[in-house]
């Protein structure tokens, strides 16, 4: 079984800077990480990989620099790492993205086997589209399972997975036939640590690197800010609030008494409120 899972290298969350003219992450001089979803993506994969065989091949968009964290996805027990990098993809919005990565998701199939699962992590930490892992789906012509909490079943015999995930209404449980795309959720599973032969194999292993030529694109009106049409008007931090929050005091008071008093400055905040909810209550 061949597995691909795409991560990215993000900035540190905590260390963010946005530039003021063209609104894009300022990554010069920014700690870098893994995105934390897509370790999760990682872990399934390898945790697959153990249960039935097979290779688990990571892939990553970005400047050279992105090799770090292909390193550190071998160290934790990936068996190849493919860094897809050029200038020609600088600016690249999550359309031109998931252009490039389908397209290299593909050579890596020529190269390597055909993957029966395409991992990513349900969206990045900074950008929170949860666009690009779909996005490959639709160029790949995969089956999509997104917000996935958990594989219950995977039958490579019968080409079928069936999983649980996330949704409004609770949890849905769907099984599909592969090749499949997965995106996961946080906290479906907990990452493990790489053992000292992954991780000194993660540090002297020979990566894969390719351009935009060889991974096989060759319409480059699709990359970069050329292939971008999204455009960010504008970047800012949401104001703090001024108002400060309520105490009530709930001493020598019983339950009764504290609840009609929160009622009561419920109601003096929203004056709606409580016509809105005698409408609800009587059905319309």
């Not at 894969?208 to 800012?236: E, H, Y």
Request: hydrophobic letters at 40%.
């Amino acid at each position: 079984m061949h597995i691909v899972v795409c991560i990215k290298q993000v900035p540190d969350s905590a260390q963010i800077r946005v530039h003021p003219v063209t609104n894009t992450i300022m990554r010069q001089g920014v700690p870098t990480i893994i995105n934390p979803y897509d370790l999760f993506a990682l872990e399934e994969a390898l945790r697959l990989r153990d249960r039935f065989g097979g290779e688990v091949t990571v892939l990553t968009m970005g400047p050279p620099m992105a090799e770090d964290s292909l390193r550190k996805a071998l160290g934790i027990g990936a068996d190849r790492g493919v860094l897809l990098t050029d200038r020609f993809f600088a600016g690249s919005d999550t359309l031109a993205t998931s252009y490039a990565l389908a397209q290299a998701v593909r050579k890596i199939g020529e190269t390597w086997g055909t993957p029966e699962i395409v991992f990513t992590g349900k969206q990045t930490i900074d950008g929170d589209t949860a666009q690009v892992g779909p996005g490959i789906a639709c160029r790949l012509g995969l089956q999509q399972l997104t917000y996935v909490a958990s594989i219950q079943d995977l039958d490579l015999a019968g080409g079928t997975i069936t999983v649980s995930r996330r949704a409004e209404g609770g949890v849905q449980e769907l099984k599909t036939r592969i090749p499949a795309l997965i995106t996961m959720l946080e906290g479906t599973n907990e990452v493990r640590r790489g053992s000292i032969g992954d991780v000194l194999r993660g540090a002297r292993a020979e990566l894969v690197v390719w351009n935009a030529q060889a991974a096989g694109i060759t319409d480059m009106t699709n990359c970069g800010l050329r292939g971008s049409p999204t455009v960010v008007k504008r970047v800012f931090a949401p104001k703090g609030r001024a108002t400060k929050a309520i105490q009530i005091d709930t001493k020598d008071r019983d339950n009764e008494a504290i609840v009609e008093d929160l009622i009561a400055r419920l109601y003096a905040v929203q004056p709606s409120l409580e016509d809105d909810l005698l409408r609800m209550a009587a059905g319309y």
